[in-house]
T-cell receptor, first 114, second 113 residues
Framework: DAGVTQSPTHLIKTRGQHVTLRCSPI?????VSWYQQVLGQGPQFIFQ???????GRGNFPDRFSARQFPNYSSELNVNALLLGDSALYLC?????????????FGEGSRLTVL | QKEVEQDPGPLSVPEGAIVSLNCTYS??????FMWYRQYSRKGPELLMY????GNKEDGRFTAQVDKSSKYISLFIRDSQPSDSATYLC?????????????FGKGTHLIIQP
């Protein structure tokens, strides 16, 4: 079975630009979460989506937004990029909603902002 | 004080040794506790998942949770060079859903052949 897939794997942007990252969950999983992992740190929670609705949000500015599609795939958008947005962006999926149990992560999209 | 504290290491041990990794936390509402393994430039892989206090064993891995002390541990028996990775502890109030998971910084583990 295919795991969580993310695209693109690597990308380089300049300050002020916007970026869209994509995620396909494991087949049968309806919940998608996004995390930001800065080098040398643990992942930080950005969003959780379940059944196409935002169910939870971490401490990130409004420049970060996301959505989930009817096929449960998801996009993370970041506007007005800052140097500090350079990080590995991880998508995770799980079967259920709020009490999800186990999260399964993808390989991530590595964003570099110059 | 961060919500989850984890020694970043590196922790270097010889092959075959028992490895002990641990985290402390401050939020007494955490009920779900996880350990993830992350190889360089890869996504985290779930190793162990426990609810509330107690022990859980899976092969060479044992997870312990002591909620009274706000302390969790992961033990790796008969460590192998392939166990060399960063180990992240994670925890949440509701299982990692709407409140997300709170991670430690990760401990970089090196198993010497």
């Amino acid at each position: 079975d295919a795991g969580v897939t993310q695209s693109p794997t690597h990308l380089i942007k300049t300050r002020g630009q916007h970026v869209t990252l994509r995620c396909s969950p494991i087949s049968g999983h309806k919940s998608v979460s996004w995390y930001q992992q800065v080098l040398g740190q643990g992942p930080q929670f950005i969003f959780q989506y379940y059944e196409k609705e935002e169910r939870g949000r971490g401490n990130f500015p409004d420049r970060f937004s996301a959505r989930q599609f009817p096929n449960y795939s998801s996009e993370l958008n970041v506007n007005a990029l800052l140097l500090g947005d350079s990080a590995l962006y991880l998508c995770a999926s799980s079967r259920q909603g709020s009490n999800t149990g186990e999260l399964f992560f993808g390989e991530g999209s590595r964003l570099t902002v110059l | 004080q961060k919500e989850v504290e984890q020694d970043p290491g590196p922790l270097s041990v010889p092959e075959g040794a028992i490895v002990s990794l641990n985290c402390t936390y401050s939020n007494s509402a955490f009920q779900y506790f996880m350990w993830y393994r992350q190889y360089s430039r890869k996504g985290p892989e779930l190793l162990m998942y426990t609810y509330s206090s107690g022990n859980k064993e899976d092969g060479r891995f044992t997870a312990q949770v002591d909620k009274s002390s706000k302390y969790i541990s992961l033990f790796i028996r008969d460590s192998q060079p392939s166990d060399s990775a960063t180990y992240l502890c994670a925890m949440s109030e509701s299982g990692g859903g709407a409140d997300g998971l709170t991670f430690g910084k990760g401990t970089h583990l090196i198993i010497q052949p």
